[in-house]
């Protein structure tokens, strides 16, 4: 199945949790994908080319579409290779909302683990101190609407999360091997990559977990998924990729979006309309554009590019902010 599809491109580094979650469904859907390894913390000019100012990781393209936000790329995934499926029958509402949950509450509670001084220690070891430095500034300055839990506080609720997700793979008649099931699904992968940077990034404070061994049996099924077939790639040639896709097609309407059609206007801006979009919280830089969609579950942004050409940008509508440029 993969080999008929287009080019999908990654772009990612190796140490962002939820760049491991796209790795991991790019994995469960058995893709070729191309790996694009792009900078932890700013200036990311070739990003940039791409997004038109949303710098969060990860990204990912397809010619000339440039899809942001995981929970957008998962619906798209589902889309581009339906089996095996991130949304069994009958669990895409239950899905979803877990998913959203483990992305944000789950997740800021592990990192405010992760990040206490032990944690900090050995994910930077061998790091330069400089650079240690401007990365702890690039996270301020992306991080400075919301309010940080602190690693105290953290813990405790990272311990009761953890009981909960057991208690998930406990409840089904089990022990069952999924948070919903017999077979991973979007819960999973949304769940999952908080802790793996507990267990692979900062391993000194994976003691955290013995006090659920289910979780950790999940944790080595889900790991033993892999990442697919990943093909090393570049910035510069996902750039031309999108201009050549640009130069070829033009903005058409895109095929893995089942609900192209629909515009629901919440905003009294009109399609053709210059706005930005930016998230709510977490990397609140906005991207300028023209509204080319506004459906149900997303916005479409066009933009131009002097690399990358006439680029379309993806965001989902839950968590980002449309105004009026």
């Given at each position: 199945?993969?080999?008929?599809?287009?080019?999908?491109?990654?772009?990612?580094?190796?140490?962002?949790?939820?760049?491991?979650?796209?790795?991991?469904?790019?994995?469960?859907?058995?893709?070729?994908?191309?790996?694009?390894?792009?900078?932890?913390?700013?200036?990311?000019?070739?990003?940039?080319?791409?997004?038109?100012?949303?710098?969060?990781?990860?990204?990912?393209?397809?010619?000339?579409?440039?899809?942001?936000?995981?929970?957008?790329?998962?619906?798209?995934?589902?889309?581009?290779?339906?089996?095996?499926?991130?949304?069994?029958?009958?669990?895409?509402?239950?899905?979803?909302?877990?998913?959203?949950?483990?992305?944000?509450?789950?997740?800021?509670?592990?990192?405010?683990?992760?990040?206490?001084?032990?944690?900090?220690?050995?994910?930077?070891?061998?790091?330069?101190?400089?650079?240690?430095?401007?990365?702890?500034?690039?996270?301020?300055?992306?991080?400075?609407?919301?309010?940080?839990?602190?690693?105290?506080?953290?813990?405790?609720?990272?311990?009761?999360?953890?009981?909960?997700?057991?208690?998930?793979?406990?409840?089904?008649?089990?022990?069952?091997?999924?948070?919903?099931?017999?077979?991973?699904?979007?819960?999973?992968?949304?769940?999952?990559?908080?802790?793996?940077?507990?267990?692979?990034?900062?391993?000194?404070?994976?003691?955290?977990?013995?006090?659920?061994?289910?979780?950790?049996?999940?944790?080595?099924?889900?790991?033993?998924?892999?990442?697919?077939?990943?093909?090393?790639?570049?910035?510069?040639?996902?750039?031309?990729?999108?201009?050549?896709?640009?130069?070829?097609?033009?903005?058409?309407?895109?095929?893995?979006?089942p609900d192209d059609e629909v515009f629901q206007?919440?905003?009294?801006?009109?399609?053709?309309?210059?706005?930005?979009?930016?998230?709510?919280?977490?990397?609140?830089?906005?991207?300028?554009?023209?509204?080319?969609?506004?459906?149900?579950?997303?916005?479409?942004?066009?933009?131009?590019?002097?690399?990358?050409?006439?680029?379309?940008?993806?965001?989902?509508?839950?968590?980002?902010?449309?105004?009026?440029?």
């Amino acid at each position: 199945m993969s080999e008929a599809l287009p080019d999908i491109y990654l772009h990612h580094y190796p140490m962002s949790p939820f760049a491991e979650k796209v790795r991991l469904m790019l994995g469960h859907k058995r893709l070729t994908w191309k790996s694009v390894i792009v900078p932890s913390i700013a200036p990311k000019p070739d990003v940039v080319a791409l997004t038109g100012g949303y710098r969060k990781t990860p990204f990912l393209q397809i010619g000339n579409d440039v899809l942001c936000d995981t929970a957008l790329i998962a619906t798209v995934l589902e889309h581009l290779a339906p089996t095996p499926s991130l949304f069994p029958e009958g669990q895409k509402g239950l899905n979803r909302t877990v998913a959203q949950w483990a992305d944000s509450t789950l997740f800021w509670t592990a990192m405010g683990y992760n990040f206490q001084p032990a944690g900090l220690a050995q994910a930077f070891a061998g790091v330069a101190p400089e650079a240690a430095k401007a990365f702890g500034a690039d996270r301020a300055a992306m991080t400075h609407n919301m309010t940080r839990i602190r690693p105290a506080d953290a813990a405790a609720a990272y311990k009761s999360y953890l009981r909960r997700l057991s208690d998930m793979l406990h409840e089904q008649g089990g022990p069952a091997p999924y948070l919903l099931g017999s077979a991973p699904s979007l819960a999973d992968f949304a769940a999952y990559h908080p802790l793996w940077f507990t267990q692979n990034r900062v391993p000194t404070l994976a003691t955290i977990f013995d006090a659920t061994p289910a979780v950790q049996d999940w944790l080595a099924r889900m790991a033993a998924i892999g990442h697919g077939d990943m093909v090393k790639s570049t910035a510069a040639e996902a750039i031309a990729a999108s201009a050549s896709a640009s130069s070829a097609g033009g903005p058409k309407s895109l095929n893995f979006f089942p609900d192209d059609e629909v515009f629901q206007d919440e905003h009294g801006l009109a399609l053709g309309a210059e706005v930005t979009i930016a998230a709510e919280s977490f990397g609140p830089e906005a991207t300028l554009g023209t509204l080319l969609a506004a459906t149900r579950t997303r916005y479409t942004l066009l933009r131009q590019d002097e690399r990358a050409g006439t680029v379309r940008v993806h965001f989902p509508r839950v968590g980002y902010v449309l105004k009026a440029a």
